[in-house]
């Protein structure tokens, strides 16, 4: 079968899917979460400089500042510190996602941290502008893993 998850070319899709930018966050045990960006306010911010967008279709933009709650410290957050997890799908009301492993997001490298923006260069993200956005400052091919609209975050182990 097709992965979707897997790097592929790709048109940007410029429209939001739904106003609502909440998302489902779903643990390893089947626990489900809905997280609105209000939540995410309450959590630790951080913010990552230098972030470009590349696109195919209309070249780069940036360099963005992000700020939101780093991939990691929502994990920390919704799961209990005994709760095995290897890997994490971000996947966006439009059919469009991401994998990333644990060692990505425990060790983002020098590139930045990953995160999920609600900010960009300071003022509130707009929703057409992503809300909420995950931001994976390394990857620089195309944005393929520039998640906008956040739709379900789902924490998995190996079965
Ligand atoms: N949900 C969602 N996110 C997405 C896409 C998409 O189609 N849907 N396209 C990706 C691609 S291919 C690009 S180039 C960028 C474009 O980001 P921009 O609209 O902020 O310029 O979004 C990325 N994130
Ligand atoms: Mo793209």
């Known amino acids: 079968m097709h992965d979707l998850l897997a790097p592929h070319r790709h048109d940007p899709n410029p429209d939001p899917p739904s106003a609502d930018p909440a998302f489902t966050l779903t643990r390893p045990d089947g626990i489900e979460y809905d997280v609105t ?3 995410l306010s309450a959590l630790p911010q951080t913010s990552v400089s230098d972030c470009y967008i590349v696109s195919t279709g209309h070249g780069i933009s940036g360099p963005f ?3 939101g709650v780093l991939l990691i410290d929502l994990l920390a957050a919704y ?3 005994d709760l095995a997890w290897d890997r994490v799908e971000v996947i966006s009301g439009d059919g469009f996602g991401t ?3 644990s060692d990505e997001l425990r060790q ?3 590139a930045g ?3 999920l923006a609600c900010v960009i260069d300071g003022e509130p993200m707009t929703r057409t502008q992503g809300l909420v956005r995950l931001i994976v400052p390394s990857e620089t ?3 393929l893993r520039q998640v906008k609209w956040v739709s ?3 924490v998995k182990r190996e079965a």
């Open 37 to 39: 960006p209000s939540a």
């Open 65 to 67: 500042t992000f700020t």
């Open 79 to 81: 799961l209990d510190e």
């Open 99 to 101: 994998r990333l492993t």
């Open 108 to 110: 983002p490298g020098r």
């Open 113 to 115: 941290k990953i995160l």
């Open 141 to 143: 091919d195309d944005a």
């Open 152 to 154: 379900q975050i789902r």
